[in-house]
C-alpha cells in the first residue's frame, strides 16, 4: 500500500454493481413465538427482528449465492464473461473440501476455469476480500472482480439457545469491483484479532478440531455463542480501534457519510453507535427484516446502501464490524 496522505485514496478501487438474494422463505418473529410458546411479540422485543429469511433443505449454499452473483451483474449488464476471479466470503463453507467458490463457480453463468478462492474471517470476511481484491487489481493480477458471501445460519442454529436461535437468517451478496480511474478507493483498512475470544463464537466440527477420529458430539456442529462475554470484550477494544482507523483515512467521524456496519444484533448495533457517536442519519440499518446473516451481512448493507441512495461520489463511507476470533475489521472507502 501507498504512503498515507490526509483523506487521500491509498488503494484505487471502483464498485461497480452489487446484488443481494434471500431464500424464498420468510420467518416472521410471531411464528418463532407460536413455536416456543411465547406470548405475542416476545421473539421481536428479544431479538430486535420483524422477519428473517431462512432457507429450505433443497437450496444449496451455491445456488443462494449465484442468485446474487446474477443479481449484480444484470443490475449494470456486466458481462459475465469479463470476470477473471471469483472470491467467495462465506463465514461457513460448504464443505470442508473443495472450497466453496468452486462449488459457485459450477453452477454460475461466469467463464468456467477461471480463477477462484475463499476468504473467510467469519462474520467480516467481505471486508477482508475487498481489501484483498485491490491489491490483486493494482498489482495489475485481474481486471474483473466478484466477490460473494452466501451464509446459511439456519441449518447450523442450536434452537434450545435462544440467545443465538433468535437473531439470525440466511442470505448472499455480492460486489463486482475493478480498479477503476483512481478517483474511488480504500483511504483505510485495519484488521485486528484478539484470541483470547477464540471461544466465544464458535462451531467446532467441520475441521481437525472435532470429527469421527477424534471424536466429537452433535453438540460440535451447531452455533455456540456466549454473548455476554463477547459484547463485553468487543466493547473495550472497538473506541481506540475506530479511532486508529479513521486517523489511518485522515478523517473523524463527522466527516464520514454512510455506516455500513456488520448487523450482530440490534443491541450490538445500538451500542457501537452509541460508543463511536455514529448518528442515526449515518448508518445503513437492515437487521431488522434481515437478522444477522453472517458474513452476507456487510456485502447486503453495502447493497442497500448502493441501491437507495446513501451512497454519494467522493463521500466517505466505513464498514465497521466484529467477527469470531475474535476479530475486528473497518475500511474506508470513497466511492
Known amino acids: 500500500m501507498t504512503a498515507q496522505k490526509s483523506g487521500r485514496i491509498t488503494m484505487p478501487l471502483k464498485i461497480l454493481s452489487t446484488g443481494a438474494?434471500?431464500?424464498?422463505?420468510?420467518?416472521?418473529?410471531?411464528?418463532?413465538?407460536?413455536?416456543?410458546?411465547?406470548?405475542?411479540?416476545?421473539?421481536?422485543?428479544?431479538?430486535?427482528?420483524?422477519?428473517?429469511?431462512?432457507?429450505?433443505?433443497d437450496v444449496s449454499?451455491?445456488?443462494?449465492?449465484?442468485?446474487?452473483?446474477?443479481?449484480?451483474?444484470?443490475?449494470?449488464?456486466?458481462?459475465?464473461?469479463?470476470?477473471?476471479?471469483?472470491?467467495?466470503?462465506?463465514?461457513?463453507?460448504?464443505q470442508a473440501l473443495p472450497y466453496t467458490a468452486a462449488h459457485i463457480l459450477k453452477i454460475s453463468g461466469l467463464p468456467q476455469h477461471i480463477a477462484s478462492f475463499d476468504i473467510n474471517n467469519s462474520c467480516i470476511g467481505f471486508m477482508t476480500a475487498l481489501e484483498m481484491a485491490a491489491c490483486l487489481l493494482?498489482?495489475?493480477?485481474?481486471?474483473?472482480?466478484?466477490?460473494?458471501?452466501a451464509d446459511l445460519a439456519s441449518r447450523g442454529l442450536n434452537w434450545d439457545d435462544e440467545e443465538s436461535a433468535l437473531i439470525f437468517g440466511d442470505g448472499a451478496a455480492c460486489a463486482i469491483v475493478e480498479k477503476g480511474d483512481g478517483s474511488s478507493?480504500?483511504?483505510?483498512?485495519?484488521?485486528e484479532t484478539y484470541p483470547e475470544g477464540l471461544n466465544l463464537c464458535e462451531i467446532r466440527a467441520g475441521?481437525?478440531?472435532?470429527?469421527?477420529?477424534?471424536?466429537?458430539?452433535?453438540?460440535?456442529?451447531?452455533?455456540?455463542?456466549?454473548?455476554?462475554?463477547?459484547?463485553?470484550?468487543?466493547?473495550?477494544l472497538i473506541e481506540s480501534f475506530a479511532e486508529r482507523l479513521l486517523q489511518q483515512a485522515g478523517l473523524s467521524m463527522?466527516?464520514?457519510d454512510c455506516v455500513l456496519m456488520h448487523q450482530a444484533s440490534?443491541?450490538?448495533?445500538?451500542?457501537?453507535?452509541?460508543q463511536l457517536?455514529?448518528?442515526?442519519?449515518?448508518?445503513?440499518?437492515?437487521?431488522?427484516?434481515?437478522?444477522?446473516?453472517v458474513a452476507a451481512s456487510l456485502p447486503s448493507v453495502m447493497h442497500e446502501a448502493w441501491t437507495t441512495g446513501r451512497v454519494h461520489v467522493g463521500k466517505p463511507l466505513m464498514l465497521f464490524g466484529t467477527a469470531a476470533g475474535l476479530t475486528l475489521g473497518g475500511m474506508v472507502l470513497l466511492p
Not at 407460536?34 to 421481536?44: A, E, I, L, S, T
Not at 474483473?144 to 458471501?149: G, N, S
Not at 478507493?185 to 484488521?191: A, K, N, P
Not at 440490534?266 to 451500542?271: F, Y
Request: charged share 25%; aromatic share 8%; proline share 3%.
Open 185 to 191: 478507493g480504500i483511504l483505510s483498512f485495519l484488521l
Open 254 to 256: 463527522p466527516q464520514v
Open 138 to 149: 493494482n498489482q495489475g493480477v485481474y481486471r474483473r472482480i466478484a466477490i460473494v458471501a
Open 21 to 57: 438474494a434471500v431464500p424464498a422463505k420468510c420467518v416472521t418473529s410471531s411464528e418463532l413465538d407460536r413455536r416456543f410458546n411465547k406470548p405475542d411479540g416476545y421473539v421481536q422485543r428479544r431479538s430486535g427482528i420483524e422477519h428473517r429469511f431462512h432457507i429450505t433443505d
Open 61 to 94: 449454499q451455491a445456488q443462494l449465492a449465484v442468485m446474487a452473483l446474477t443479481d449484480a451483474l444484470q443490475r449494470q449488464q456486466i458481462a459475465p464473461e469479463s470476470i477473471d476471479l471469483l472470491i467467495s466470503a462465506a463465514a461457513i463453507g460448504t
Open 266 to 274: 440490534h443491541l450490538a448495533i445500538k451500542h457501537i453507535c452509541k
Open 207 to 236: 475441521g481437525t478440531r472435532r470429527n469421527l477420529r477424534i471424536g466429537m458430539e452433535d453438540s460440535d456442529f451447531l452455533f455456540d455463542m456466549k454473548g455476554k462475554q463477547l459484547f463485553r470484550l468487543a466493547s473495550t
Open 277 to 293: 457517536h455514529i448518528r442515526p442519519d449515518q448508518y445503513v440499518d437492515i437487521y431488522r427484516y434481515r437478522g444477522n446473516q
